[in-house]
């Protein structure tokens, strides 16, 4: 019913930005809100960042003033822009959409900081 897919990870040294993209489809009218998650090897998944269609933003402690996540029309991209980049940052980001009952994820994207 919603598809969704994450684009933009990769390599990047501490310090450095990364820009996270994840486009949806299907029943997008049935989505209340779209957000961000993460989950590194060994840990369990974690929330990063949500949005809703009105725009309000929360984000998780270990990324509030570093990571912004934003969307287009109906936060449709939405995408987690990621400043100050540190080690403890990598993960396997995934796009998560929420409609009350279900949650959807994409395939993930690889998000390593290392120098």
């Known amino acids: 019913q919603v598809q969704l897919e994450e684009s933009g990870g990769g390599l990047v040294q501490p310090g450095g930005s990364l820009r996270l993209s994840c486009v949806a489809s299907g029943s997008i009218f049935s989505i209340k809100h779209m957000g961000w998650y993460r989950q590194a090897p060994g840990k369990e998944r974690e929330l990063v960042a949500v949005?809703?269609?009105?725009?309000?933003?929360n984000y998780a402690d270990s990324v509030k003033g570093r990571f912004t996540i934003s969307g287009d029309n109906a936060e449709n991209p939405v995408y987690l822009q990621m400043n100050s980049l540190k080690p403890e940052d990598s993960a396997v980001y995934f796009c998560?959409?929420?409609?009350?009952?279900?949650?959807?994820w994409g395939q993930g994207t690889q998000v390593t900081v290392s120098s």
């Open positions: 949005i809703t269609s009105g725009g309000s933003r």
């Open positions: 998560n959409a929420d409609d009350g009952l279900f949650a959807f």
